[in-house]
């Protein structure tokens, strides 16, 4: 287990190889549950795809191709606005971020993934394109959708990784409406140690196994 403090990566992985980086501080680590803590500012690495984020169907198209082709270059960049605390667990096909932007909560965001994978360096998982969008007063509304569509029909993602994520969404709206888990919001007035620093991402970034 790691250590509260301890700067670890976690990377999204994209056959066998790295595609996001962002350097992170351990909040807890458990064999239930792990907290980990990103910094608005905190410098990280990126599929070259990124710099076509503004244009969604020209980023789409691209993040399938490289799902498909395994090919793809990276660049620097930097996790920019908002202070997250996520949290996950280990057979979970998501992760809840508590999200705060200039100190202020912004709501909670719901990453749907492969359940993380422990590594010497931090953990890995596979981004499953749809997220859920929770207001600070619970209200939702779905991100991504289409694309999680199209994924599943053009083969990127998987019918069982489908499943385990319709399922997956089943039991977060449940938890949000019930106000259970993570959105309790017993957290909300969490924040950082302020002795923290912000991490770098470090050299061994991209090894696998």
Known sequence: MFAPGDAVLH????????????PSIVVS????ETRLFRRHGTPIKASDSFALR??????EDENIRQARSGTWG??????EHTDV?????????????????TGEFAGFYVNFETPWQRTAGGFDTTDLAIDLVVDPDHRFRWKDAADFTRRVREEVITPEEAAEVRTATLNVLAAVETRQGAFAGADIT?????????????????RMG
């Open 11 to 22: 990377r999204n992985v994209v056959l066998e190889r790295v595609r996001f980086v962002v």
């Open 29 to 32: 680590d458990t064999s239930d």
């Open 54 to 59: 503004g244009d969604p169907m020209a980023f």
């Open 74 to 79: 990276m660049v620097d960049a930097v996790w």
């Open 85 to 101: 605390l996520q949290i996950a667990r280990p057979a979970d096909w998501f992760s809840v971020w508590l999200m705060w932007i």
């Open 190 to 206: 969490w924040r950082p140690d302020p002795a923290w620093p912000v991490p770098t991402v470090t050299d061994g970034w991209d």
